[in-house]
């Protein structure tokens, strides 16, 4: 905390840190390389990480330093993953060679190592390259991540293979969880469900974005009064919440010069800067002058698709019953 009181302060300068007000945190990412001294020294894990996403704001110069954390193994392999994405931002498809072994010594953490390569513009572009060499799969690539390559490269067969077959998968997924929902609405009727069971469930799952009440985050509509919502929409919101996405909550996106991508909600956009909120309140601010594209993200809702798909019915039935006590 101390450290992002301090990186806070001295990068920003006082009337961004009014404008964008000292209740928001995490938005402490576009710091003086000085950071860069830090690392040799930094002990503890959650430090290293800041300093290496910090970083990355700045990355051709920070090569080396990202390449000796990727490699050590004695770093965690979260930490070893971020620091291996960084490394591509700065070497581009130089460093294709050492994703391909990290990928051969970590086949554990293949969803994790795409999931952080799909974080940067360099990232998506490597990522092209290794489905095209056949070292990963199209079908590896989640569609938020395959939704950011199609952007940046429409015109690459590749690129056009991985969002169809992303885009296949998650309509399969939606057309699946929806034919599930008279049998839902049945349960729903029924009063079939714990609604103590439902609430634990809610508050662990949705209250990182949603409010009820006086708790949880309001980077999603307040839930209150949805116990007069017909469950059939109820369920719609849940499955398939693109169908009808709020232009105010379409999924928000930034591209930086140094490559990194941000998404979330849009909650400030000015000529200093953007701020995006992302699950849980934490809020991102990228100061105009490090921006390169600024865009709605197509017509995905920031609500995510498939949360509750891999749920049994009756545990989806205790949350219904729980949002039936939303007067
Ligand atoms: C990452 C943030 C996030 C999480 C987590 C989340 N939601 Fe949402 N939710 C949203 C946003 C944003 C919307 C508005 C969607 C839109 O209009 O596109 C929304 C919309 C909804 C709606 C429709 C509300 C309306 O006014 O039409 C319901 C119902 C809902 N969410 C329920 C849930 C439940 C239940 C959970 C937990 C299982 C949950 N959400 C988890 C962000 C989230």
Do not use: W
């Amino acid at each position: 905390m101390l450290l992002l009181g301090i990186c806070f302060f001295s990068c920003v300068p006082e009337d961004v840190v009014a404008e964008i007000g000292e209740g928001e945190k995490g938005g402490c990412t576009h710091l003086s390389p000085e950071f860069a001294k830090l690392l040799p020294s930094a002990k503890d894990e959650s430090l290293k990480r800041e300093i290496v996403k910090t970083l990355s704001h700045l990355p051709k110069p920070h090569a080396q330093q990202f390449l000796a954390i990727a490699n050590d193994i004695s770093n965690s392999t979260a930490l070893r993953t971020q620091a291996l994405a960084a490394l591509v931002q700065a070497q581009e498809m130089k460093a294709a060679p050492v994703v391909i072994k990290a990928l051969a010594d970590m086949p554990q953490e293949k969803t994790s190592i795409i999931a952080a390569l799909g974080g940067s513009f360099q990232g998506c572009q490597l990522l092209i390259h290794l489905v095209d060499t056949k070292k990963i799969a199209a079908p590896d690539i989640s569609f938020p991540v395959a939704e950011r390559i199609i952007y940046l490269a429409k015109n690459n067969p590749t690129a056009k293979a991985i969002h169809q077959q992303a885009v296949a998968k998650r309509n399969k997924n939606v057309t699946t969880s929806m034919a599930r929902i008279p049998k839902l609405e049945k349960l729903a009727e029924a009063k079939s469900g714990n609604p103590d069971i439902g609430k634990a469930l809610f508050t662990g799952m949705c209250l990182s974005c949603h409010v009820v009440g006086e708790q949880g985050t309001g980077v999603g509509p307040a839930l209150d009064g949805s116990a007069k919502r017909e469950t059939h929409a109820l369920l719609t919101a849940l499955f398939n919440p693109d169908v009808a996405a709020e232009s105010a909550y379409v999924l928000f996106r930034t591209i930086e010069t140094s490559g990194v991508i941000t998404e979330g909600l849009k909650t400030k956009q000015n000529a200093r800067g953007t701020s995006i909120a992302h699950q849980g309140g934490m809020t991102s601010y990228i100061p105009h002058r490090t921006i390169s594209q600024q865009h709605h993200a197509g017509s995905t809702s920031f609500m995510p698709t498939g949360l509750i798909s891999s749920m049994p019915d009756e545990t989806i039935a205790h949350i219904l019953a729980y949002i039936r006590t939303l007067k």
